[in-house]
């Protein structure tokens, strides 16, 4: 098993699209909410989440929000509220 720690941030479009920056792994939950705390003041919205799954299989467990601050995409508000 291992887990991946992902924090994604996100911009607005010329036209107020959501535009997803690229994603960064971070090396654990301390470091994820770190990084996610410093983007936030200065992305619409961030997210920091970690999976955790097996490789081998390719099964992995539904993400564990780790944080999230501002807007987010709708289909990714939606999945958060599911």
Known sequence: ???YFVVQSFTL?????F???DPVEATGAEH??????????SKVGVIAFSRTGDLSTGEFEDATVLF???ELPTDMQEELAA
């Open 13 to 17: 479009g010329s036209r107020g699209a």
């Open 68 to 70: 999230l601050s501002g």
């Open 1 to 3: 098993m291992i887990t």
């Open 19 to 21: 535009l997803a920056d």
């Open 32 to 41: 994820a909410l770190r990084l996610a705390e410093r983007l936030a003041t």
